[in-house]
């Protein structure tokens, strides 16, 4: 089984319009409500993936119950309400446009603590985790980092898809795998890396004080795979248009599954892999889900290069 966390979870909104203008009334041609949160995404792709996974994290009552009909769930009640995320996805060209509530604060003084025991609890039946998404108020920035640090000293393969000071500390975990996007890339390590060369530069510290993997994900530039045994970079050959809403919780779906299955890891099939999922999720309009048969045609496509030592240097 594949676990992953979800502090602060979501009801996802699809605003599908023809052609969406700013100032402007628009007629909405349909309307989608499911649950989501960067953790739940990743469960249902994992699901979709052929993998056992099951979500926790904090909620309400209202939204464990909606999504314990759809995945296994064990989440901590210690959410007064949950946020919701509006998407706004034109069907003129598949441009998606995202409103992002900040969602309610944690009030129950022993909530870290209760899902801290919850996910300890279950390591001895899991073979990857995932912890992924933004804190809701009153949650320390370190319990990511924290419960990443408790499952990697168990020997589970763990990714941090994480933000800001949550995402600094779990840096500090060795052994913990990062799937940072541009931006929390450079709030990550005070640098603003272009090239590929740039970004290994900027995360060789990062390795060097203990972290196993870094995956840069860069939108439609592909990904970067950087570890102690070297680097790649991966990409479409061509662009795909749509909505890039949960296209990172999708490549965390499949570098999960990929390092759940033990072993050496294969980084360069891994990133292939995370490449075509992450593609795959950006033509469908919602988060969380990805066209199968889309995936299985374009991972041959992938164009992977394996940086050169003198890069890396």
Request: net charge negative; proline share 6%.
């Amino acid at each position: 089984m594949i676990l992953t966390v979800t502090m602060n979870p979501a009801y996802d909104m699809t605003y599908r319009v023809e052609r969406f203008e700013r100032g402007q009334a628009h007629r909405v041609r349909s309307v989608e409500q499911r649950i989501g949160g960067k953790g739940i995404n990743v469960t249902r792709v994992l699901n979709q993936l052929g993998k056992y996974a099951r979500a926790t994290g904090f909620a309400d009552h209202a939204f464990a119950a909606a999504a314990e009909l759809e995945m296994p769930v064990d989440f901590v009640h210690a959410l007064p309400w949950v946020r919701r995320t509006v998407v706004i996805s034109e069907s003129d060209d598949g441009t998606a446009t995202a409103l992002w509530e900040p969602g309610a604060r944690v009030s129950n003084p022993h909530a870290a603590e209760q899902l801290t025991i919850r996910v300890a609890g279950l390591l001895p039946d899991i073979n990857g985790l995932v912890i992924s998404g933004s804190l809701p108020g009153g949650i320390d920035s370190g319990l990511p980092a924290e419960i990443a640090r408790i499952a990697v000293e168990a020997g589970i393969p763990t990714i941090c898809d994480v933000d800001g000071e949550a995402l600094r500390l779990s840096a500090e975990v060795s052994g913990v795998v990062l799937m940072p996007n541009t931006e929390e890339l450079e709030r990550l390590t005070g640098l603003v890396p272009v090239t590929p060369a740039e970004v290994v530069h900027a995360v060789r510290p990062l390795l060097e004080r203990g972290v196993r993997a870094i995956i840069a994900t860069r939108g439609a530039e592909g990904m970067i795979a950087i570890t102690p045994e070297g680097a790649w970079v991966a990409e479409l050959p061509e662009v795909l248009a749509g909505n890039p809403t949960g296209a990172g919780d999708s490549a965390a779906a499949a570098v999960i599954a990929a390092l759940s299955e033990r072993g050496e890891p294969d980084w360069p099939a891994i990133l292939v892999n995370a490449v075509a999922t992450s593609a795959a999720a950006v033509v469908i309009p919602v988060a969380g889900e990805i066209d199968r048969c889309l995936r299985t045609r374009i991972a041959p496509t992938v164009v992977v290069e394996k940086l050169t030592q003198t890069t890396t240097a």
